[in-house]
């Protein structure tokens, strides 16, 4: 299961946003605190720090958590991420970069559910626990979500654990729904938020 701990046009979000691409490589997109891109793989080592977390991978799956065990099973990771990106470039799992620092803080994602006949596609994020508490999961999500409303999705879900009331709480920043509790996508429980094209619009500021 993804975490929420869980596809940039700048008219269709609350702070300001630009899809922009730049000499050091692709950006999907950057607010005034926050650029998201492809993760790289001089970034290994964040990647593996963050994924070799008990208390970050415990979100991320059905059943007993996978921790990442290596430096080469980072880079292997990254690959697929990039894999991914090229094969379909409306959605993917980028990395969250921190303006002000540089730092990477984690990881903001847009993917199709798991077992889905429909083509559900939902948006999920996981943070290194340094990064937790300033808002970047939220504003990376709103980026997120404007991004692919942009790109003609006509809704978007998020699925949690049961457990995870943080991940929630961003659910509902964001203007998601609470549909309750299911059992599809993954094994067992999960809690399920969803938010339309036409919900994301009249969420938006006028003027």
Not at 36 to 64: F, H, M, N, Q
Not at 74 to 94: F, K, L, M, Q, S
Not at 142 to 163: K, Q
Not at 182 to 190: A, D, I, L, P, Q
Request: hydrophobic share 40%.
């Amino acid at each position: 299961m993804l975490s929420h701990d869980v596809r940039g046009v700048a008219d269709a979000m609350t702070e300001s946003v630009q899809d922009v691409a730049t000499g050091g490589g692709h950006v999907v997109f950057e607010t005034d605190r926050i650029r998201v891109r492809p993760w790289r793989t001089d970034e290994a080592d964040r990647l593996l720090d963050i994924l070799s977390r008990y208390d970050v991978a415990k979100w991320l799956c059905d059943g007993e958590p996978e921790l990442m065990k290596d430096r080469a099973e980072a880079v292997a990771r990254i690959e697929r991420y990039e894999n991914r990106r090229t094969e379909d470039p409306h959605t993917g799992i980028w990395a969250i970069e921190v303006k002000q620092t540089g730092v990477t803080a984690g990881t903001v994602l847009l993917v199709p559910l798991p077992n889905s006949d429909a083509g559900e596609i939902e948006i999920g994020w996981h943070l290194h626990p340094d990064s937790h508490g300033f808002g970047f999961a939220s504003e990376a999500a709103r980026g997120v979500l404007a991004r692919g409303f942009a790109d003609g999705l006509a809704e978007i879900f998020a699925v949690t654990h049961t457990t995870n009331g943080p991940s929630q709480a961003v659910c509902r920043r964001l203007g998601m729904s609470d549909l309750g509790v299911v059992e599809k996508w993954y094994e067992g429980e999960s809690q399920c938020f969803r938010i339309t094209r036409g919900e994301w619009g009249a969420s938006r500021p006028v003027g």
